[in-house]
């Protein structure tokens, strides 16, 4: 029995509420195999006490198992985080450049989250407010799209890449990197390192809010991002049917672990408004609402469905853009953000 066995044995422990196992988020500090005696050294930080617990069970369950390896004895150093303030004054970001960061996020694609981002950065960037759009979803990015730029980034003399600028908002996206259809072929180490530069290596010009437009799901880059930057908060975006309610739960609980706090809810596509100003719930009536007061978080905006709003996404021009007296959608937008904006202050 090697230590480099155990290693490959913890490889198949996941981080609780993740995809991605302890051995390569870098927990397990230290294996030593004595006659008798497996020590395994493991560290986390979070304040969540079933984390630790259920990686401790995890761990015996793989490892107890194996022949030859005597007692496994796994210690587990748990460490308190430093978990970010939410409104009024704050201490700064983790990132230079940047006051506040915001994370997007859902339990599953198809609810328009990458749509809820772009338009909340542009009615947030209407306020006045210095703002940043960064594109998180490596696999599939669309930011460059709704803001209808294919420039290439360039890079500054610190070797930091400068973020492209479009409808006052600054951008960062994989998009910017890849030649038209290219698809985004990276395992996770290699997803991890881009997120970190991303983050870490883009020259964020002097920003009130960073927003972080998240992959679908609850996986590694999510994880990469609370571990590599202090994140203000999370908005979780969903629409009003339980089918995707189940998902932003498990988004919310994901969360949790990592010590991040849900500032809110956005539920999208509530509603169908025809010509003639009836209302049709496509997808049912208030499930964001209801989800919302059944957590005691906040419900920062219903935004209708419409065509237009698919139609400038495509173009490049989202529909927040427009003044709010000419789209229910975009005065749907722009009170999201002023709400945000009284709950977290830049």
Known sequence: M????????????????????????????????????????IEVQTADPQVPEQIFRACHAILDPLPDIGHAKVVIDVKAPSAPAVGGDVGKSSIPGVKRVIAIAS?????????????LAVALAATGARVGLCDCDLYGPSVAQMFGTSERPLANEQDQIIPIQAHGVQLMSMAFLLDGASPVIVRGPMATRYTQQFLRQVAWDHLDYL???????????????????SVDGAIIVTTPQEVALIDARKAMAMFG????????????????????????????????????????????????????????????SPIALLPAAASKVSAAFHQTAAALRATVAP
Not at 110 to 115: C, I, L, Q
């Open 257 to 316: 672990k990592v010590n991040v706090p849900i500032l809110g809810l956005i539920e999208n596509m509530s509603w169908f408004e025809c010509d003639a100003g009836k209302r049709y719930y496509l997808f049912g009536d208030g499930g964001g609402v209801r989800e919302a007061e059944l957590h005691g978080v906040t419900l920062f905006g219903r935004i209708p469905l419409d065509v237009a709003t698919r139609e400038r996404g495509d173009s490049g």
């Open 107 to 119: 339990g599953k694609g198809g609810v328009g989250k990458s749509t809820v981002a772009a338009n």
């Open 2 to 41: 090697s230590p480099d066995f155990i290693r490959e044995a913890l490889r198949r422990v996941h981080y609780p509420g993740f995809s991605r196992d302890i051995v390569s988020f870098g927990l397990v500090k230290d294996i030593t195999c004595e006659p008798g005696l497996t020590t395994i050294q």
């Open 211 to 229: 927003i972080l437009d998240l992959p679908p799901g609850t996986g590694d880059i999510q994880l990469t991002i609370v571990q590599t930057v």
